[in-house]
């Protein structure tokens, strides 16, 4: 996954925060309006946008002459799929997870023993379809896991 400039991460922090997963986006007026404090020109918006399609980090459909815009995935899915990415950079996966678990605080920790037991299988805590209130909430509101990313990870 490509990390994202301090543009494309403003842009995409216009998208998960207007754009519920039910929508059918927005323009890129809307984005430009809603980034209002950094003056950018409509082209620029608009480069950015194109750009983010391209790497795959934004869906957009055609309205009229005019596209709008949704984010591909949730933060919670990119982010996981930055720490994924991460651990893919050299080194051992396992001593790097180890130093993450380390470093967490209490609560942190037991979020995360509930994803991990929740997994697993091994708590009862999921909802009437087989999934999780936990699953449900860190999947975000496009409801899909990052791009490559199965349940059994």
């Known amino acids: 996954m490509t990390r994202l400039?301090?543009?494309?991460?403003?842009?995409?922090?216009?998208?998960?925060?207007?754009v519920p997963g039910t929508s059918d986006g927005v323009t890129v007026r809307e984005v430009a309006d809603a980034l209002d404090g950094r003056e950018l020109a409509?082209?620029?918006?608009?480069?950015?946008?194109?750009?983010?399609a391209g790497k795959g980090m934004v869906q957009r459909e055609r309205e009229g002459r005019a596209w709008r815009y949704r984010?591909?995935?949730?933060?919670?899915?990119?982010?996981?799929?930055?720490?994924?990415?991460?651990?893919?950079?050299?080194?051992?996966?396992d001593a790097a997870l180890v130093r993450f678990a380390r470093s967490v605080t209490g609560t942190e920790?037991?979020?995360?023993?509930?994803?991990?037991?929740?997994?697993?299988?091994?708590?009862?805590g999921?909802?009437?379809?087989?999934g999780s209130e936990l699953t449900d909430r860190l999947d975000g509101p496009t409801g899909r896991r990052p791009a490559g990313e199965a349940a059994e990870r």
Do not use: C, F, K
């Open 5 to 18: 400039g301090d543009l494309e991460r403003a842009v995409m922090d216009v998208l998960w925060d207007v």
């Open 71 to 93: 984010p591909s995935a949730s933060r919670e899915a990119h982010i996981a799929q930055l720490m994924l990415d991460a651990l893919d950079l050299g080194g051992s996966r």
């Open 126 to 130: 999921g909802s009437a379809d087989g």
């Open 109 to 124: 920790a037991e979020v995360l023993r509930a994803a991990l037991g929740n997994e697993a299988g091994l708590t009862g």
């Open 42 to 52: 409509y082209t620029t918006v608009m480069t950015v946008l194109d750009r983010l």
